[in-house]
């Protein structure tokens, strides 16, 4: 998925308006964005995601013996760390 900062990355690239324009004519769709970015993007993301999901679970390994409240606090957790 592209985010806001793909697209101001993108945007120093294109500095000017016509450049712009000729990124709209080159990118038509989200897919063809998405398509630019790298496998070392990709990889990068998905190492951070592992940390991320490794933090959670540290951090209620020795407080939660129940395992379905476990999961709900690990979604919990989660969601307040992507917003």
Request: charged letters at 40%.
């Amino acid at each position: 998925m592209i985010t806001n900062d793909d697209i101001d990355k993108i945007k120093v690239i294109f500095t000017t308006k016509d450049d712009l324009k000729e990124m709209k004519k080159v990118f038509v769709t989200k897919k063809d964005l998405q398509a630019f970015v790298t496998k070392k993007d990709l990889r990068a993301m998905e190492n951070r995601m592992i940390t991320k999901f490794n933090e959670v679970i540290d951090f209620f390994d020795d407080k939660v013996v129940d395992h379905e409240a476990r999961l709900r606090k690990i979604e919990t957790r989660i969601l307040t760390l992507n917003n």
